[in-house]
């Protein structure tokens, strides 16, 4: 499969595309932009960017927990050395984080 640039609006300067969001309609501006850019694009906000899926299919695509793995950063594995194993320093394979998970999402 080819590699496609996510579509963006073009941005103003350190402001990004922040202007791009109308802060009294933020839901609207989003699908408006989604009408134009199509059902994946990205804004740049001042020191991130962002990406919004608004098509059915993409959205089950990112929110599929089995195709993603969770990372413990250096920071929690530090924690990790004192705390245990639990749902933000256990790695998704552990047996701790599959019952905090479980606790923290409805069935």
């Not at 590699?3 to 073009?10: D, F, G, L, T, V």
């Not at 595309?17 to 932009?33: G, T």
């Not at 993603?68 to 245990?84: A, C, Y």
């Not at 749902?87 to 998704?92: E, G, K, N, P, V």
């Amino acid at each position: 499969m080819e590699h496609q640039a996510i579509p963006q609006p073009k941005t103003k300067g350190i402001l990004g595309n922040i202007l791009d969001i109308d802060a009294n309609q933020p839901v609207q501006s989003l699908m408006q932009l989604a009408q134009e850019y199509g059902p994946i694009y990205r804004l740049e906000m001042p020191g991130e960017y962002q990406t919004f899926v608004s098509d059915n299919r993409l959205v089950e695509e990112v929110c599929d927990q089995s195709r993603f793995d969770k990372n413990v950063w250096s920071p929690l594995q530090r924690v990790r050395t004192f705390t245990g194993d639990g749902l933000f320093t256990s790695w998704t394979d552990e047996p701790n984080w599959q019952k905090a998970h479980n606790i923290l999402l409805p069935s």
